[in-house]
């Protein structure tokens, strides 16, 4: 027999959420998952996040809808947490991380939003501008996003990391395999 409504218990909880503000807090762990090879030398510069620049979140807090049933907080700062992830790719791909060097890699991060889908699952969805440049010249500037979901199974959500660090990281794979077609890196 199917449910019309969740359960009790859960109900319960989303209750409580919506009378105290609930916060959840997540830990990132984000391995690299991008299969392009590159060479070569750069630099990247820590990307800015705008909805925090603005004052709209605290720096290490997920934006949500207004509607959104509880804030999402990181152990560190969204800023520092994209460009922590974007080096590792870097590194990964066969790129040398550099303080100097002619090339750079910079850019804002303008959605980092992390909200519940009804009460069944939740949603992130990402929305990054990045700019290469070459001796202070920009010879790729684009914006790239992605969104990923995770669903409720048994009244509990398994990994609120996991669409989190999908998403960064099919946003960083794009943007390295279009850079690298464009010749910018």
């Not at 959420?17 to 030398?41: F, M, R, T």
């Not at 996003?145 to 669409?163: F, G, I, N, V």
Request: charged fraction near 25%; charge should be negative; aromatic fraction near 8%.
């Amino acid at each position: 027999m199917s449910r019309l409504f969740p359960p009790k218990s859960m109900t319960a909880s989303v209750f409580a959420c919506l009378l105290g503000a609930c916060a959840q807090h997540v830990d990132i762990s984000y391995q690299p998952a991008n299969l392009s090879k590159g060479i070569g030398e750069i630099r990247v510069e820590t990307f800015e996040y705008l909805p925090a620049a603005k004052g709209d979140v605290e720096p290490n807090e997920a934006q949500q809808d207004k509607s959104g049933l509880a804030s999402t907080f990181f152990q560190e700062n969204v800023d520092a947490l994209f460009t922590g992830a974007l080096k590792k790719e870097l590194g990964s791909s066969g790129y040398a991380l550099s303080d100097g060097g002619s090339r750079s890699i910079s850019g804002e991060i303008r959605r980092f939003s992390f909200d519940w889908v009804g009460m069944t699952g939740m949603k992130f969805d990402i929305v990054v501008h990045f700019t290469v440049a070459t001796n202070g010249k920009v010879v790729y500037s684009n914006v790239l996003e992605a969104t990923r979901e995770a669903r409720q199974e048994d009244h509990k959500l398994d990994a609120p990391s996991e669409p989190i660090e999908l998403a960064m990281a099919d946003c960083i794979g794009r943007f390295i395999r279009d850079a690298q077609k464009k010749g910018a890196l």
